[in-house]
């Protein structure tokens, strides 16, 4: 991800720095657990709980020589340690402290993550309430079709971006996992409850039976998780895009003040920070298609796996996390044209109330067939020909002998059509909403 971009505390988290000290924290977790059972001397753990750190500098140094990275780390901490480092990485082998830091920076990051999922669903859910009520067409196909609210609109997206907050919950607890089970999984050197120990303790998941690594289908479910909130994001962006087209101008990203939309034309106000989203998520599913590859690793390992995770990992996160905050501070400056919603509801002059229409006549018993052929025709002529709907639904005796004006008004009735709304945010907001959540309003 763009370095401009990417928000110090995720940074932080991927950065050469935030590997090493998670490491360290690995290798004195497992260092106080073997002290704990008599198997490292209690003066050693001391030592090395005191004095263990590390130079990044020296590592690197140490790595042109023996071209290990975990050799160059552990001889590094060494350094600083003394006579009890004998005693670090003791039954372990390079994997145990790699895969088991990689599930607490996963642990970091998720946690990131998940703040910028619930600002965006916060975000969706208080300007769906806003718009609760706010006319506008819905279009199938990009042609319009019934009436709708874009409170509506908003709050289908709200309920989606709940899903994806517990995907993304469940995703992060699989993936969070560590292994101190040695070589090939066999707890060889080391007892499985002292495992157990230690990942409790670092707050993480242990995997129950393992190869040398955690195995990889559980980091793929989480990359997948992040692309698919990604496609999210996309489904919403391109929503926002097309609302806020020339001939549309529903909605409108904020252009601020001194702002300038195009070199050549002045006149432009494009939605370019929406477009970034859309962009993005294509990169997101890139990511994906190298996670679900790394599952297929050589016996109980190779290193095919980690070269594609040091890339990944890293850029994923950071752009998810980046695409979360774009789009919450969208939403949350997006300007609302209503006035035009109900000029564009309005543009094919009461179309969009021929399926309310079709519905009366059949109740006074007409075949759906015939009704449809009535309703269709005046459509049609009102498409072609230009004029008001309502106004040729009138004019025909085989409707009005059908049907009174009251019931013809009532197919027109754009409150009729809207009747349910306050009970489809009533129910979405009881499903979707958690505990935290600032209560609905009345």
Same mark, same amino acid.
């Given at each position: 991800m763009i370095e401009r971009y990417t928000r110090p505390e995720m940074k932080e988290i991927w950065t050469d720095e935030g590997k090493y000290r998670r490491w360290l924290q690995v290798e004195i977790a497992v260092c106080e657990a073997q002290c704990e059972r008599g198997l490292i001397p209690q003066?050693?753990?001391? *030592?090395?709980?005191?004095? *263990?750190?590390? =130079?990044? *500098?020296?590592? =690197?140094?140490?790595?042109?020589? @023996?071209?290990h990275d975990v050799l160059s780390f552990l001889t590094a901490v060494g350094e600083t340690v003394g006579p009890a480092s004998r005693w670090v990485h003791f039954g372990m082998t390079s994997s145990d402290v790699v895969?088991?830091?990689?599930?607490?920076?996963?642990r970091d990051a998720g946690r990131l993550l998940l703040a910028g999922v619930n600002r965006l669903c916060k975000v969706l859910r208080a300007r769906a309430l806003e718009f609760r009520h706010t006319p506008c067409v819905g279009r199938t196909h990009g042609v319009h079709a019934e009436p709708m609210t874009f409170g509506l609109k908003l709050l289908v997206f709200y309920a989606e971006m709940c899903r994806n907050r517990e995907r993304l919950k469940a995703a992060l607890v699989e993936a969070a996992v560590g292994k101190i089970s040695g070589a @090939?999984?066999?707890f060889a050197h080391l007892p499985p409850d002292l495992e157990e120990e230690v990942c409790a303790h670092l707050g993480i998941g242990f995997e129950p039976a393992a190869t040398q690594v955690v195995q990889r289908d559980r980091h793929a479910a989480l990359i997948c998780a992040l692309a698919l909130i990604a496609a999210s994001l996309e489904k919403f962006a391109i929503e926002f895009r097309h609302l806020a087209r020339t001939e549309v101008r529903e909605v409108e990203e904020e252009f601020a003040a001194g702002q300038k939309g195009s070199s050549a034309m002045p006149h432009k106000r494009n939605p370019w920070r929406f477009e970034n989203v859309t962009g993005l998520a294509r990169v997101m599913r890139g990511y994906a298609v190298a996670a679900l590859e790394n599952g297929a690793l050589w016996h109980e390992r190779d290193i095919s796996n980690s070269s594609v995770e040091r890339i990944i990992f890293p850029d994923a996160m950071a752009?998810? =996390?980046?695409?979360?905050?774009?789009l919450a501070g969208l939403v949350e400056t997006l300007v609302v044209n209503e006035e035009q919603m109900r000029t564009n509801l309005d543009l094919t002059r009461g179309l969009a109330f021929s399926g309310a229409l079709l519905l009366e006549l059949t109740q006074k018993g007409l075949s759906r067939e015939a009704a449809y052929a009535l309703v269709q025709r005046h459509a049609m002529d009102t498409w072609d020909k230009g004029g008001d709907y309502r106004d040729r639904i009138l004019a025909d005796p085989a409707i009005t002998e059908t049907l009174s004006k009251e019931e013809i008004d009532r197919a027109f009735s754009l409150k009729q059509s809207l009747r349910h709304i306050d009970a489809i945010f009533e129910r979405t907001l009881e499903r979707c909403d958690e505990p935290s959540s600032e209560g609905s309003e009345s």
């Open positions: 003066d050693a753990f001391q *030592a090395i709980a005191s004095k *263990a750190s590390f =130079d990044i *500098a020296r590592i =690197d140094e140490i790595e042109r020589e @023996v071209r895969d088991t830091g990689m599930a607490l920076q996963i @090939v999984g066999t752009t998810l =996390d980046f695409m979360l905050n774009r």
